[in-house]
């Protein structure tokens, strides 16, 4: 059971649902085939974001990946001995601290990012929120990173993929369509536990 921390940040209250409930339903199809990867939502709680509020000051992406994962880690080692390790995905305002910093390493996440454990969304679209979730575990981009464009058919040559630049619900669908390849990346752990 993968624990699926859910933060967001500088949301007004129905944002705040209507992202919960994106991850959510992440977390649905995720349990079913082809992926059969078990995890479970939980809010963080005040206590959580106090502990990963230095975590999210520092200045850059990857900066903000390697503290955060590093608490949530220890904090799943102390509560639970869990495997396999916890993610976390903060859907934020797009002029927020935790956005300008996200994009300032990557000005062509437009959108949102992920690194390691976590992921950032300030992009308030399902398909956004999924495409980073998928990211969390293990998927890869279906463009080209240094010529981002999206009217040009994803590299994995599927019209619907989630991991093409900029996924539009309307193309891609829910649940949305993977391709072969990203499916492997992100089912494959759950097939053959261990490898
Ligand atoms: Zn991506
Ligand atoms: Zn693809």
């Known amino acids: 059971m993968v624990p699926l921390y859910y933060l967001p940040l500088d949301l007004d209250p129905q944002l705040r649902q ?32 106090e502990l990963l509020h230095p975590a999210l000051e520092e200045d850059s992406l990857p900066g903000m990946a390697a503290s955060a994962c590093e608490i949530l880690f220890d904090l ?12 976390l995905i903060v859907v934020c305002g797009p002029d927020s601290t935790v956005a300008q910093k996200s994009k300032a ?24 929120v999924w495409h980073e979730m998928f990211h969390l575990f293990g998927a890869k981009d279906c463009y080209r990173e240094e010529a981002p464009d999206e009217s040009a058919l994803p590299l994995c040559g599927e019209e619907r993929c989630i991991m093409q630049y900029a996924p539009a619900l309307g193309k891609v669908g ?22």
């Open 18 to 49: 209507e992202a919960e409930r994106w991850v959510r339903r992440f977390s649905a199809f995720l349990a079913l085939p082809p992926y059969s990867a078990p995890s479970e939502v939980r809010l963080v709680d005040q206590r959580l974001e």
């Open 105 to 128: 390493g990557n000005p062509d996440a437009l959108w949102g990012g992920s690194v390691g454990c976590l992921a950032v969304v300030y992009r308030h679209e399902p398909t956004v």
């Open 174 to 195: 829910d649940p949305p369509f993977l391709c072969a390849a990203n499916v492997e990346r992100v089912a494959g752990p759950w097939r053959h536990p261990g490898t």
């Open 76 to 87: 799943e080692d102390r509560q639970t001995g869990e495997r396999p390790p916890p993610r």
